[in-house]
Every structure is written in structure tokens, then in C-alpha cells.
């Protein structure tokens, strides 16, 4: 049975940093790459970053308007996978989901529809 269990979301002021976690079981971590989606209130869930696999290209793939800000990691001897999240802003608040996408280059890493196994999130709030 695959289960992914994120954690380390909460509640910052803006300028906060915050690590999410996303601890994976049931699968070899070297077969999969992994998204980072969120979806805030009111709009529609999409992935924000993804971590590709030894089979695939081993790269780190990010949205343009958070380059700089997050940063997508894996473990793979801790079946983990983090998010760094810096300098974190109002609009940055959501619902965070880890999940394992079908390509491993990370293709389509955008779109929820490629990705297969999901964890329920980790809220995250930013507000002053």
C-alpha cells in the first residue's frame, strides 16, 4: 500500500521560512519523481515543483515565480521528500500535497492529472 504523509506546514508571519516534509511508504523511491502541488482557497490545485529520479534526469524543476524561493529535495535512504520554503508571502498560503508523478523526467508536473499517488496536505498560512 503507497502512502505519502506530509507534515511541517503551520502558520508564519510574511519573511518566515517553513520545511514541509513528505514521508513515502509501499513504493522504491528510485522508480518515481515527486511533485510538490498546493492549492490555495478558491482556486485550482497545480504543482509547483518537482524532483526527478536517477531514471529519469535527476534535476529539480521549478515554477518561474518561485525560483529563488523553494527548494524541492529528496532522500531517498529516508524515503523523504522535503520542501524549503523562503521568504514565504500571504499568497503562498494553501494546501500543500506531495505526490508522485507518472513521468520521471517530471513531465507535465504542473498538472495534477499526471500525477498517481497522492498524501492529503499540510496547510499552510501566511499572514501578519
Known amino acids: 500500500q503507497v502512502q505519502l504523509v506530509e507534515s511541517g506546514g503551520g502558520s508564519v508571519q510574511p519573511g518566515e521560512s517553513l520545511t514541509l516534509s513528505c514521508v513515502v511508504s509501499g513504493v522504491n523511491l528510485d522508480y518515481y519523481a515527486f511533485t510538490w502541488f498546493r492549492q490555495a482557497p478558491g482556486k485550482e490545485r497545480e504543482g509547483v515543483v518537482c524532483?526527478?529520479?536517477?531514471?529519469?534526469?535527476?534535476?529539480?524543476y521549478y515554477v518561474d515565480s518561485l525560483k529563488g524561493r523553494f527548494t524541492v529535495s529528496r532522500d531517498d535512504a529516508k524515503n523523504t521528500v522535503y520542501l524549503q520554503m523562503n521568504d514565504l508571502k500571504p499568497e503562498d498560503t494553501a494546501v500543500y500535497y506531495c505526490a508522485t508523478i507518472i513521468s520521471n523526467y517530471c513531465a507535465g508536473y504542473q498538472d495534477p492529472k499526471w500525477a498517481e499517488f497522492w498524501g492529503r496536505g499540510t496547510q499552510v498560512t501566511v499572514s501578519s
Open positions: 524532483a526527478s529520479n536517477s531514471n529519469g534526469d535527476n534535476k529539480k
